[in-house]
């Protein structure tokens, strides 16, 4: 260290605390593995993420925010294909739509998650009522099931 506090030496670790960077592995804000706890008795996070919670409640958020745009935006294609839509098609993209941008308010929430996979379902049954709400059906539900892998790693 210079007198004015800044870290000699120019290499990537330079600065860095001792035991970190990238022959430990360790990042400047990391714990150690178990086994070489400073002694504080909380485990290790799992993720570097600074707030775990907040960045899976985004993944979410985003996830149901983009299904809710994708269906009011897939109204004028139904309606296009297959010579027309039902009013019956119309209110269910519409209210899908609107339950998720509901969802996508209330993600952090535990339940929301639960209620993410029904709606997922509800827009696979509403694939009865045009063939274009099953294909988004499907394709919606393969991504919430990624979403629900990657809370289920962050999070533990």
Same mark, same amino acid.
């Given at each position: 260290m210079t007198a004015a506090g800044r870290p000699t030496g120019s290499g990537p670790a330079a600065g860095l605390p001792k035991g970190s960077g990238p022959a430990t592995g360790? #990042?400047?804000? #990391?714990?150690? $593995? $178990? %086994?070489?706890s400073k002694g504080s008795g909380v485990p290790p996070r799992r993720s570097g993420l600074r707030n775990p919670q907040r960045a899976v409640a985004g993944l979410g958020a985003g996830l149901l925010s983009l299904e809710a745009l994708v269906l009011v935006l897939a109204i004028q294609p139904m309606r296009v294909v297959d010579g027309g839509l039902s009013a019956a098609a119309i209110a269910a993209v519409v209210a899908l739509a609107v339950v998720?941008?509901?969802?996508? %308010?209330?993600?952090r929430r535990a339940w929301a998650w639960s209620a993410g996979i029904v709606l997922q379902g509800a827009l696979l049954l509403a694939g009865a009522l045009h063939w274009s709400l099953l294909v988004l059906g499907v394709i919606f539900a393969l991504v919430w099931a990624y979403a629900l892998h990657v809370r289920r790693v962050i999070l533990g």
């Open positions: 360790l #990042s400047p804000g #990391s714990e150690p $593995a $178990a %086994g070489l998720a941008v509901l969802l996508a %308010g209330v993600i």
